[in-house]
Structure formats: structure tokens, C-alpha cells
């Protein structure tokens, strides 16, 4: 070997233990093997934050000047200490980027600005942070799970100035029995149900469904298409049985190559049916929710009740019932 061109340390290194010899022959494998993870990709495994950060930073540098402007007045993003980048001055995680982009999509067809607005499985309660930051909604309610919502009660108080924060309103599902009563007599110019609808009983499912139908006007969904098992994606590391238990979830539980943009599209028309809230309801918009290959969302609504968003300021007919 010419000593005027030998390797590092380092690359002595990664001969003797990743680019061997034994590597470099498994040419059928080698692009998914420690070989390509060293001297082409990095590996996924060991990876998983880096490739997150680069994906939230190529979505970022891609944000219109309207979602930019949507993501910069939701203030206080970073309680919680989210995994996120800076761009343009801005600090952006996933969270709220797929909010400002659901915001967009609901936009276009929904004026939220004095709607009375039921979101159905908060999490911890980007959504309503995003479309309280930007629209002053008339009221906000969420119904969830009890620990769920201990939490989105929580972040919302702080990331929510007082008054924004006294518009939202908490209906817990396990400590009520009856959600109707707890409701009250309130009727909702919008629902929202983003990656929860995939992850509840298909009885469930169907119940929220008909409570959509009888009180609201408009819909607004966010799920996948299907399931699917690709064990490299995570190993299943979760175990054999909570993956057996996703498996049984919801209303769309075909199989699919989640990576495959054919299959996708081809299960979205059954996403639009099985998700309209009945038969009087229409699609007015659908289409795939970036930046996950398997995500629909779709907004529906009744053309014989048109939403009365932006003509509701200073209407309040709710009843709290149950709500805290």
C-alpha cells in the first residue's frame, strides 16, 4: 500500500468490523447490511432521531408562507421539550408541522373562525393549541380517555393564554355514562378525529359516528388506510400481543404495503365510506396526509345543515354537563 494514501484509524476500524470481506461478497444483501451503513446510508436502527430531524427539516424548509405564518403564532411549541430543528429562526417539530398542514386541509373547506369545534381523542392537545392559536373559535370541546385528557387539561392551561384556555371544554369518556348528556343540547359546526378513529373498537367507531351525525355539520378525518406488519420497521418491540391487539382496531384493517403508493390509493375510496357519518353526508375534499405514506384525510359534510362557522360569534347554546 502507497503510505501517502493510507486510511484513518477510524476506517481501519470499519474494515475489520463493518465493510469486511464476508460483507462485500453478499452482494444480493448488502445495501440493507452494516456495509451500505457505513459507506452509503446510515443505519435506521441505531439512526432513528437523525432520520426524524432530517425529515422534519426537509418538511419545514418546505412550509408555504401562510403555514409559516399558521406555525409562528402558535406560541409556546416547545413545552414538552419536542424533538425538533431550527429553520428560517423558526424551532419546528412534527407535531406541529402535521398540524399547521391538517389546519390547511380543514381550511379549505371549513371556516373556522366562530365555529364550535368537538375534537373526539386529543392526544395532548396540539390540535386545539394549532387552531386556537390562529381562529378565534367559539367554543372548543374534547372528549377522550381520562389520563388522556389529565394531560391535554395540563398543556393546555400552559400553553394557552387564560382566555383562550376558558373556551375549551373536557368530557371525559370514563367518567361519564352517558356522553350524550354530557354534551348537552351543543350542536358543532366541526368534528375532528386525527389517528384515533384506527385505534378504538370498530363498535366505537361507528358510535362516535352516529353522534357525529346527530350533532354536527362538518367532519374532518386523519387515519391510515389499513394495517400492516413489517416487523423491520420496529421489530415489534412493543411484543406479539399489543401488535394482535392493533391489529383488531378500527374500521379499516385490510393488510397493505404501507410503501407501496398504489395500494395506498386503492383503499382510500373504503377510508371515504367508512368514515362518512351517514348517508346524507358528501366528501367535499380528500387526499393523502403528509408525510406518512399509509395517512388519509378526508372533510365531510351534510349539504342539508351547511356549517355555520364564521356566523356564531357570540352564540353559546352548550350546555357544560359533564365537561369540566
Not at 440493507?32 to 435506521?44: E, G, R, T
Not at 408562507?65 to 429553520?87: A, D, F, K, Q, Y
Not at 386541509?105 to 392537545?125: H, M, N
Not at 387539561?153 to 371525559?172: G, Q
Amino acid at each position: 500500500m502507497d503510505d501517502r494514501y493510507s486510511p484513518s484509524p477510524l476506517w481501519n476500524y470499519n474494515n475489520s468490523v463493518k465493510v469486511t470481506e464476508e460483507g462485500v461478497a453478499k452482494l444480493a444483501s448488502f445495501k440493507s447490511d452494516p456495509v451500505n451503513f457505513k459507506l452509503a446510508l446510515w443505519d435506521p436502527q441505531v439512526n432513528g432521531v437523525r432520520y426524524l430531524k432530517a425529515l422534519i427539516f426537509e418538511l419545514a424548509s418546505r412550509l408555504t408562507p401562510e403555514n409559516r405564518g399558521r406555525l409562528r403564532r402558535i406560541r409556546h411549541r416547545e413545552t414538552g421539550s419536542p424533538i425538533s430543528v431550527t429553520h428560517d429562526g423558526d424551532s419546528v417539530c412534527m407535531d406541529y408541522l402535521l398540524a399547521v398542514h391538517e389546519l390547511e386541509f380543514i381550511s379549505r373547506y371549513v371556516e373556522p373562525d366562530g365555529a364550535r369545534v368537538l375534537e373526539i381523542g386529543a392526544g395532548y392537545g396540539r390540535t386545539c393549541h394549532a387552531i386556537l392559536s390562529n381562529h378565534r373559535v367559539e367554543e372548543y370541546w374534547i372528549i377522550d380517555l381520562g389520563r388522556a385528557l389529565a394531560l391535554s387539561r395540563e398543556y393546555l392551561r400552559t400553553v394557552l393564554d387564560t382566555e383562550a384556555f376558558s373556551r375549551v371544554r373536557f368530557v371525559s369518556v370514563d367518567t361519564t355514562d352517558d356522553l350524550d348528556r354530557a354534551l348537552g343540547t351543543a350542536r358543532f359546526d366541526l368534528c375532528l378525529n386525527v389517528d384515533s378513529f384506527a385505534e378504538m373498537p370498530p363498535e366505537t367507531v361507528r358510535n362516535y359516528l352516529a353522534l357525529i351525525d346527530r350533532r354536527c355539520s362538518a367532519l374532518y378525518v386523519n387515519n391510515p388506510v389499513g394495517k400492516y406488519l413489517e416487523k423491520e420497521l420496529d421489530n415489534h418491540a412493543q411484543g406479539d400481543e399489543v401488535v394482535r391487539m392493533a391489529l383488531a382496531t378500527g374500521l379499516l384493517r385490510d393488510l397493505l404495503d404501507i410503501h407501496d403508493s398504489r395500494a395506498v390509493a386503492a383503499l382510500a375510496p373504503k377510508f371515504l365510506s367508512s368514515y362518512r357519518p351517514g348517508p346524507r353526508w358528501e366528501t367535499v375534499g380528500d387526499g393523502r396526509a403528509v408525510p406518512w405514506s399509509y395517512y388519509w384525510q378526508a372533510v365531510y359534510r351534510r349539504p342539508d345543515e351547511p356549517p355555520t362557522a364564521g356566523r356564531t360569534t357570540g352564540r353559546r347554546t352548550g350546555q357544560r354537563g359533564d365537561a369540566a
